[in-house]
């Protein structure tokens, strides 16, 4: 008799899922519990520090078997992101009080880069939630970069490995994904896992790229975005979207826009400068947030806010018009410190709104995520009407101006 006729039902189903989830950590759900068993059992037990059992003890090979209860998820998913494992979870999709064996299916797998979408506590110490893509082909890179706390998705196109780098050094991604062509390049591999410790995940398009894109924009052409003849960011940018549609399993229509990103509104800022000058990073602390610059600077009083001043500070606007409209409006709300006072009383109390929303497109939100985002609207409202009753002319017309 085979090994899979010794399996239970349950364990046949388990061995199936697996297989097609073998990079990934499996939660499969047995009522009050996440089960995981074998090598999946050792890793729970070295990373989590928790109990190695069997559910047939007495047999010849007996399967190694870890749980956790299911409401405890929130406790242990980070541990195991943090650890660089990704994390497939298996639900019941049917009725477990019928007679017949439960259906399970995986639901979703989470990543460095989404773990934020499983609840509200992960997202508050994170500044960004950057995935990226790398393809490569005829001298060229393409890049694609998403960030999923803002849905912000550029790409570009680059002629040396240097210049790509410069980019990843920047945004501190959360995950890698490269085609599984690049797998043997060294100087890749090398500067992503050892250089940045960066997650890397391979990755291999099915669908015809350019396809994609349209398809997933409903839109003829892909001028519209800037893109037409630009191969290899519209390849990355196929690859991060197949990606993740597979890994989340839900619709991604919420993803609206994409741009090609020339970085030419910026001052270009070398690594030696952003690592010397502590912008966001400082290597006496060994810390992103202590004796940064960033650090010294943030006084927001949102996460969305404090998502664009860590973006400013590596990417500082050389536009004089931009440059002068940001400080005029410093300048306007300086003058009126009472009402600046009230502005920011009120913002203390706006949720991370880029957050809540993305959680409600992929059917994954909480009932305080309703709460929070009603309240937090109600405060952007009072903002609004306290800078048109008591803010000067210039303000109101300044603030008209940026929406």
């Known amino acids: 008799m085979s090994e899979q006729e010794n399996l239970t039902p349950a364990?046949?189903?388990?061995?199936?899922?697996?297989?097609?989830?073998?990079?990934?950590?499996l939660f499969f759900r047995m009522w009050d519990f996440y089960e995981m068993f074998w090598e999946d059992a050792m890793i729970a037990h070295n990373v989590l520090w928790i109990a190695i059992t069997s559910r047939n003890k007495n047999a010849k090979n007996p399967?190694?078997?870890?749980?956790?209860p299911y409401h405890a998820k929130e406790k242990y998913l980070p541990k195991l992101i943090e650890a660089w494992y990704k994390v497939a979870i298996a639900e019941q999709i049917s009725d477990p009080k019928l007679k017949w064996i439960v259906e399970r299916e995986v639901q979703r797998v989470i990543t460095p880069a989404t773990l934020y979408l499983e609840w509200?506590?992960?997202?508050?110490?994170?500044?960004?939630?950057?995935?990226?893509?790398?393809?490569?082909?005829?001298?060229?890179?393409?890049?694609?970069?998403?960030?999923?706390?803002?849905?912000?998705?550029?790409?570009?196109?680059?002629?040396?490995?240097?210049?790509?780098?410069?980019?990843?050094?920047?945004?501190?991604?959360?995950?890698?994904?490269?085609?599984?062509?690049?797998?043997s390049?060294?100087?890749?591999?090398?500067?992503?896992?050892?250089?940045?410790?960066?997650?890397?995940?391979?990755?291999?398009?099915?669908?015809d790229y350019r396809e994609k894109l349209i398809n997933h924009f409903w839109v003829k052409s892909l001028s519209w975005f800037w893109l037409e003849w630009k191969n290899m960011a519209i390849k990355s940018s196929s690859l991060l979207l197949e990606y993740l549609e597979l890994n989340q399993k839900s619709n991604l229509n919420f993803l609206q826009s994409i741009s090609y990103e020339t970085y030419s509104w910026y001052l270009d800022l070398d690594?030696?400068?952003?690592?010397?000058?502590?912008?966001?990073?400082?290597?006496?602390?060994?810390?992103?947030?202590?004796?940064?610059?960033?650090?010294?600077?943030?006084d927001t009083k949102t996460a969305m806010w404090t998502r664009f001043l860590r973006d400013s500070i590596l990417k500082p606007?050389?536009?004089?018009?931009?440059?002068?409209?940001r400080l005029e409006m410093i300048d306007e709300f300086l003058k009126l410190p009472v009402l600046l006072d009230k502005v920011q009383n009120h913002l203390k109390y706006v949720?991370?709104?880029?957050?809540?929303?993305?959680?409600?497109?992929?059917?994954?939100?909480?009932?305080?995520?309703?709460?929070?985002?009603?309240?937090?609207?109600?405060?952007?409202l009072d903002v609004f009407e306290l800078i048109e009753k008591e803010g000067s002319e210039k303000l109101k017309k300044l603030i008209t101006n940026s929406e």
Request: overall charge negative; hydrophobic content about 40%; charged content about 30%.
């Open 120 to 183: 509200e506590e992960y997202s508050k110490e994170n500044i960004s939630n950057y995935m990226i893509s790398i393809v490569y082909d005829d001298s060229r890179y393409g890049l694609s970069i998403l960030d999923l706390s803002t849905n912000k998705w550029t790409t570009s196109e680059f002629d040396t490995f240097q210049n790509l780098s410069l980019q990843i050094y920047k945004i501190s991604p959360k995950e890698v994904i490269l085609e599984k062509k690049l797998f």
């Open 271 to 298: 690594e030696s400068t952003i690592r010397n000058l502590d912008l966001i990073y400082n290597f006496a602390t060994k810390s992103h947030k202590v004796w940064t610059l960033f650090w010294i600077l943030d």
């Open 185 to 207: 390049d060294d100087s890749i591999k090398d500067l992503l896992s050892k250089k940045y410790s960066l997650n890397i995940y391979y990755f291999d398009l099915v669908s």
């Open 63 to 68: 399967e190694a078997l870890a749980w956790i």
């Open 351 to 380: 949720s991370d709104i880029d957050t809540i929303l993305n959680r409600l497109a992929l059917n994954r939100s909480w009932p305080r995520d309703l709460v929070n985002l009603k309240k937090s609207l109600q405060e952007v």
């Open 317 to 325: 606007l050389q536009n004089k018009k931009e440059i002068d409209a």
């Open 11 to 25: 364990m046949r189903q388990y061995k199936e899922l697996k297989t097609k989830y073998s990079d990934a950590i």
